[in-house]
């Protein structure tokens, strides 16, 4: 604007002589043109004021405030909005919006740093319908608290969601965590207004390590966010957050009722029913491990894919052996990633029937009790016989075994051990 000012009386002297030339139309539009391409100099783009996160008690579901500058309060001639950029944890990214107002909504993992940042934009008459964004930007980091045991957060923190109808998450308690203590899981979804605590624990050993959610439903295809922390007599643990899709956790019950039938073309034709649960079938996919003994005795192993829950295939005669079972999965169409069932027990052309195992009678207490007491009687008796030799030993030659046993035992056994006793023979000399 000084610019023209300074030139603007040298542009009216030139007026008369472009006019006599025919050249003013082309100096208009030089003119016209410099004038429109002019930067907006009188107006500064400063960034937001007052930037700050405010936690509502969500498990890192933070609400983002800030507020406009103070130099572009009366601006009411153009459009202003905000450049928001903030650092996913979940994603290790950096994720950039642009909104009209002045807060938002984002997740972060409070076990990491929370950091923001937010930019001015001015589009509109004041600049020329020029979008302008601002040089400068207002940050936030905010450090997340050094509070709790170092390295006693849980890990491994895995969900099966068993047919899409329970779901059970456990974790690890880590190796520094005090025998004292007592963990807590509390989870928050975008249908809860505040963060709420596990409906059921699942124990081992009289420790939490789990949470089953039976009859407490959490939605499909929606983020649903998980801490783990806990006390001791130590004092706090270090909280641990998760987070996941439900869907993505799937893992059907195994296939049952497989059928095998033969055909007159030497087809055999195997089929199973879909597993109970509320999904569709066409998510359902389907892995078959096919076992087969040849005529000649040689074994061979396939695993085929299936779409659909029936088979069809070959087999050149009678002898040979077929041995099938089956497991599923959600397929990629339906769920991010899925997990495999169990196999369905195996089923076999032509049927083989299981031998069972001998089993011996076992032996009953009187039985028991009748071996022991003949033990402890002979074990009694060579001891006895034993003891009889040695005291011979030291005895008068003329003194008899038989004469000492009377004092041992009752006189029902007296005849028996002297029998014993005597057919021994006892040698008193020593070769050298």
């Given at each position: 604007?000084?610019?023209?000012?300074?030139?603007?009386?040298?542009?009216?002297?030139?007026?008369?002589?472009?006019?006599?030339?025919?050249?003013?139309?082309?100096?208009?539009?030089?003119?016209?043109?410099?004038?429109?391409?002019?930067?907006?100099?009188?107006?500064?783009?400063?960034?937001?004021?007052?930037?700050?996160?405010?936690?509502?008690?969500?498990?890192?579901?933070?609400?983002?405030?800030?507020?406009?500058?103070?130099?572009?309060?009366?601006?009411?001639?153009?459009?202003?909005?905000?450049?928001?950029?903030?650092?996913?944890?979940?994603?290790?990214?950096?994720?950039?919006?642009?909104?009209?107002?002045?807060?938002?909504?984002?997740?972060?993992?409070?076990?990491?740093?929370?950091?923001?940042?937010?930019?001015?934009?001015?589009?509109?008459?004041c600049t020329n319908n020029k979008m302008i964004k601002s040089k400068d930007y207002s940050e936030l980091l905010v450090k997340p608290p050094n509070t709790g045991i170092w390295d006693t957060e849980a890990t491994d923190f895995t969900c099966m969601y068993h047919n899409m109808e329970n779901l059970e998450c456990i974790w690890t308690s880590s190796q520094r965590t005090p025998a004292s203590a007592q963990q807590n899981l509390f989870f928050w979804h975008r249908l809860l207004?505040?963060?709420?605590?596990?409906?059921?624990?699942?124990?081992?050993?009289?420790?939490?390590?789990?949470?089953?959610?039976?009859?407490?439903?959490?939605?499909?295809?929606?983020?649903?966010?998980?801490?783990?922390?806990?006390?001791?007599?130590?004092?706090?643990?270090?909280?641990?957050?998760?987070?996941?899709?439900?869907?993505?956790?799937?893992?059907?019950?195994?296939?049952?009722?497989?059928?095998?039938?033969?055909?007159?073309?030497?087809?055999?034709?195997?089929?199973?029913?879909?597993?109970?649960?509320?999904?569709?079938?066409?998510?359902?996919?389907?892995?078959?491990?096919?076992?087969?003994?040849?005529?000649?005795?040689?074994?061979?192993?396939?695993?085929?894919?299936?779409?659909?829950?029936?088979?069809?295939?070959?087999?050149?005669?009678?002898?040979?052996?077929?041995?099938?079972?089956?497991?599923?999965?959600?397929?990629?169409?339906?769920?991010?990633?899925?997990?495999?069932?169990?196999?369905?027990?195996?089923?076999?052309?032509?049927?083989?029937?299981?031998?069972?195992?001998?089993?011996?009678?076992?032996?009953?207490?009187?039985?028991?009790?009748?071996?022991?007491?003949?033990?402890?009687?002979?074990?009694?008796?060579?001891?006895?016989?034993?003891?009889?030799?040695?005291?011979?030993?030291?005895?008068?030659?003329?003194?008899?075994?038989?004469?000492?046993?009377?004092?041992?035992?009752?006189?029902?056994?007296?005849?028996?051990?002297?029998?014993?006793?005597?057919?021994?023979?006892?040698?008193?000399?020593?070769?050298?």
């Amino acid at each position: 604007m000084i610019f023209f000012l300074q030139f603007f009386p040298l542009f009216v002297r030139f007026l008369p002589m472009a006019n006599r030339s025919g050249a003013l139309p082309l100096l208009m539009l030089i003119f016209l043109t410099w004038r429109g391409g002019m930067p907006c100099c009188a107006i500064t783009v400063d960034p937001p004021e007052d930037l700050a996160v405010l936690d509502s008690g969500r498990l890192g579901r933070l609400e983002i405030v800030w507020r406009l500058p103070s130099s572009l309060m009366n601006m009411t001639k153009c459009q202003l909005q905000y450049q928001l950029e903030y650092f996913n944890a979940y994603k290790n990214k950096w994720e950039v919006l642009r909104t009209l107002s002045t807060t938002y909504s984002a997740q972060f993992d409070l076990s990491k740093d929370v950091q923001v940042k937010v930019f001015t934009i001015l589009n509109g008459e004041c600049t020329n319908n020029k979008m302008i964004k601002s040089k400068d930007y207002s940050e936030l980091l905010v450090k997340p608290p050094n509070t709790g045991i170092w390295d006693t957060e849980a890990t491994d923190f895995t969900c099966m969601y068993h047919n899409m109808e329970n779901l059970e998450c456990i974790w690890t308690s880590s190796q520094r965590t005090p025998a004292s203590a007592q963990q807590n899981l509390f989870f928050w979804h975008r249908l809860l207004e505040q963060a709420v605590e596990c409906p059921s624990y699942i124990f081992s050993g009289g420790v939490r390590k789990g949470c089953n959610f039976t009859g407490k439903p959490l939605p499909e295809f929606s983020d649903i966010y998980f801490c783990v922390n806990g006390s001791s007599s130590e004092g706090p643990l270090k909280p641990a957050y998760f987070s996941l899709q439900i869907q993505n956790h799937v893992k059907a019950a195994a296939p049952d009722k497989l059928n095998l039938q033969t055909r007159p073309d030497r087809h055999l034709e195997i089929s199973w029913e879909n597993p109970a649960g509320k999904f569709s079938v066409d998510c359902l996919e389907w892995e078959v491990r096919h076992h087969h003994v040849g005529a000649d005795g040689t074994i061979l192993s396939k695993q085929i894919h299936a779409r659909n829950p029936s088979l069809t295939l070959t087999f050149n005669n009678s002898s040979e052996i077929n041995c099938f079972k089956v497991r599923s999965r959600l397929n990629s169409y339906c769920v991010d990633k899925s997990i495999w069932s169990d196999w369905s027990p195996e089923t076999c052309h032509p049927e083989m029937k299981n031998i069972e195992p001998t089993v011996e009678p076992e032996m009953t207490l009187v039985s028991v009790y009748i071996y022991i007491a003949v033990a402890i009687v002979a074990i009694l008796m060579v001891s006895l016989c034993v003891w009889a030799a040695i005291n011979m030993k030291k005895s008068k030659p003329g003194k008899k075994v038989d004469s000492l046993l009377p004092k041992l035992i009752p006189k029902t056994l007296t005849l028996g051990v002297s029998k014993i006793c005597s057919s021994k023979k006892i040698t008193t000399d020593v070769m050298v």
